[in-house]
């Protein structure tokens, strides 16, 4: 079944192909996405999203095709034609189409996409179970702040870890422990909470920075600090969030097990509880 599909003002569906040659996000990788998490036909943290997506267009200086009212209404309608209630919700952004050559016209009119997928989310036994990580050399562009289609070597690295029998790769960078392939990475030690800093290195994790508020209000002690390699395997837990993922527990890294412990199981029902206000 094809999914309910907007482009560039209209709606359609993902059977029909949309997308000229020469735009700039498939020559290119020109382009900015998000990803957000729909339940009972309603979008989790939608104005989170569209910021972090606004930052990103202006970061790589893309025009924004909408302003947050416009996005909103474009999101209503189009989960309001979508045949399923829970799932996420795709969003991809290119400068737009034009003749190839590395320099583009300054007025160029974006390609805006947006459609919904079925998802199936983590249920209690993955949420207990947890997933497997690999360390992966981290070999990505200096800018990943902006969540750009630019995913190459977050796509080599995720098929490293599916060949190694692992769930997900866990980016080292000289050293240091940056984030995963498609999510934020958290350590636990001595009751508190350790993950990297918002800088150029990491995403601005919608999910992540959630966690980080809710540790917070709850006196659990933040740390946003560079995790050095060395310090992996003296944490108490550890934890990846993202929007399909939520807080999932790291079971293993390297075929090491991780402890689990009960600040990861908090924050996990903390989030559960706090999508579910975002629902009302």
């Known amino acids: 079944m094809s999914d309910v599909l907007y482009i560039n003002g209209r709606f359609t569906t993902t059977a029909e192909r949309v997308i000229g040659v020469e735009d700039r996000g498939f020559q290119f990788g020109d382009a900015v996405y998000e990803v957000f998490k729909f339940l009972r036909k309603r979008p989790i943290f939608l104005p989170e999203h569209y910021r972090r997506m606004e930052n990103g267009l202006r970061e790589i200086e893309i025009r924004v095709p909408w302003d947050e009212g416009q996005f909103a209404e474009v999101v209503r309608d189009l989960l ?42 983590p249920d209690a036994a993955k949420k207990a179970r947890g997933i497997a990580l690999v360390t992966a050399d981290d070999l990505r562009w200096r800018h990943c702040n902006v969540k750009s289609v630019n995913l190459l ?12 029998g692992a769930d997900e790769a866990l980016f080292i ?17 001595d009751g508190g909470v350790i993950t990297h800093p918002l800088d150029e290195h990491i995403l601005p994790g ?9 540790a917070l209000a709850n006196h659990i002690r933040v740390d946003e600090r560079p995790l050095r390699e060395v310090e992996l395997f003296d944490l108490d837990e550890a934890f990846i969030t993202s ?22 199981t908090k924050l996990q029902r903390m989030l559960d509880d706090d999508e579910v206000r975002a629902l009302l």
């Open 153 to 164: 070597a977050n796509a080599i690295a995720k098929k490293k870890a599916q060949r190694a």
């Open 80 to 121: 309001a034609r979508t045949a399923f209630d829970d799932g996420i919700v795709y969003i991809q952004v290119t400068r737009g189409e034009s003749e190839r050559k590395h320099f583009y016209p300054d007025d160029l009119m974006p390609t805006a996409i947006v459609y919904s997928r079925a998802f199936d989310f």
């Open 243 to 264: 929007t399909t993922q939520g807080v999932m527990p790291v079971a293993t890294i390297d075929g090491r097990a991780m402890r689990r412990g009960s600040i990861t």
């Open 173 to 189: 960078d000289d050293g240091i422990v940056r984030e995963a392939a498609s999510s934020s990475f958290f350590g636990v030690r």
């Open 206 to 214: 919608v999910v992540r920075d959630r966690v980080v508020s809710l």
